[in-house]
């Protein structure tokens, strides 16, 4: 039909004429070879942005092409002296022999190690003696893995059961034993990755902050059909089965669990709240500060209904913290994010847009902190958190809508709600991530005529450092002109559309054609 429909389009604009066209003819024309490899269109940027913590130093790959092939190289800033040096490189013997993937690199709470993944294993890299040791060996892959607060243990999912190995002893202790192919322990199904947790994460346990427990989701699929799907990714087709529920079928079993991972100590506390009418449990889970109490967010099947419950494992006692009800749909599924001294914040669409609450130790509302026709967001499919509180400064850091719905700006403020501000002032789209000392921050940014830009900012958003700005040729390019068109909606809303120079000339010219204008010259973003 895409042949059809564009045939279709040019014979309803033979006089038109493209927009522009004595200036675009100037310009070199966007090939094949060209959109399968931009490098010289666009170079590449940096990726994995992060923090070192206890740190003024920012770490990412940097990556560059070498015939064809892409060489990465893993990059220290430091954001006192500007200077950039780099901690491994892709081509090192070691990094190569092993099979050793810089792209998942993962510091330390401490920020003197890195936590590198090969093909199956975990290998941690020492930044004082800058060597590597292998942490596992093993023919199953491990997935999923963290340190503890104290960065003494990692924990990890190797074939659906849960793992603590104490990075001192190098003992490594096996946390559940009933994992198989329809029982998950610690990670999350198909299903709960990717409606609940939105693919940003397939991790399904969490910490105490004490460090000596964990807690975790069960997940039995044995209930739900398979569903079987063809795959294309080898030279020849083969066929795969998934667990997947379509409407009215069984969702997978949920149950929350807290095990020890103390050497000699075999403690294990359950949870299931299937007789109650718990459909699903939210895809994370938290502590409250001093250990005692899981929390956690069960839903039922419509998703109409939300309760944020804290348990607490050694009474078994289960208390209601808040609970939130939709007539249509709860969207909002983040678990609370506690501050030291037990109070909370609580992401709700509540009033129609996604603001920020504060709740007492006790399930007490306080204060609303954000509040406008407007929400906060963060990058999609991104295992970031909505929302970055700095305790000592008092100010909460998010992005939001609240300029224009088509961006997202980075915006603070209190705790207490006072001293709402936005610190990013071009327009487009950013995301953030606070320093260790709540002083700094990390700024990408990128618009229709910006690939992303990385710079460093005051916490107050003034701008300190350009850490990367790639290169760019697009205005070399013939390439159509785009503009953000607005259209009203019955009920009086506006819906934003990006459009080309092209779809705009069919827009004026032949208004039944905006539909395929859209889908086949400018592939819309629409927002309302």
Known sequence: MKPVALTLLLVFLPETGWPEAGRQDRKKPLTIELVTNPAPVVARGIARVAWRPGHNQVSYLRRSESDRQTQSKLCLYDAVSGQEHVLLDAVAEEVRRNGLALASYQWSPRGDQLLIESTLDLWLWNMDNRQFRRLTDDAEPDEDATFSPAGDRLAFVRANNLYALDLKTGVLKQLTRDGNENVLNGKLDWVYEEELANRA????????????????????????????????????????????????????????????????????????????????????????????????????????????????????????????????????????????????????????????????????????????????DHPVFSDVPMFQVGEKSGWVHFAATEHDSRERRVYRVRLDGTGFERLTRQAGRHSFSLSPDENLLIDTFSDLATPPEVCLLSADGKPMATIDKPENHLQDYALSRTEFVEVKAKDGGSMSSRTSSLGLTILRRCPMWVPLASAFVAGPTVDI
């Open 201 to 376: 994460t397939g991790r399904a346990y969490e910490w105490s902050p004490g460090g000596n427990r964990i807690a975790y989701l069960r997940l039995d699929d044995t209930p739900v059909p398979e569903y079987s799907l063809i795959s294309y990714l080898s030279t020849h087709v083969e066929l795969a089965n998934e667990r997947f529920p379509q409407p009215g079928d069984p969702n997978p079993k949920p149950s929350l669990h807290v095990v020890s991972v103390v050497e000699g100590e075999r403690k294990h506390w359950d949870l299931s709240l299937a007789d109650a009418g718990v459909e699903h449990f939210g895809p994370n889970l938290a502590w409250t500060p001093d250990s005692t109490q899981v929390v956690a967010i069960t839903l039922n099947r419509p998703q109409t209904e939300l309760k944020v419950l804290a348990w607490q494992r050694e009474s078994g006692a289960c208390r209601e913290l808040l609970r939130e009800s939709d007539r249509y749909w709860i969207n909002s599924v983040d678990a609370p994010r506690y501050l030291d001294d037990a109070r909370f914040l609580w992401l709700s669409e509540r009033d129609g847009w996604l603001h920020l609450y504060l709740y007492g130790a006790n399930g007490h509302w306080q204060t609303q902190l954000t509040r406008g026709r407007w929400l906060i």
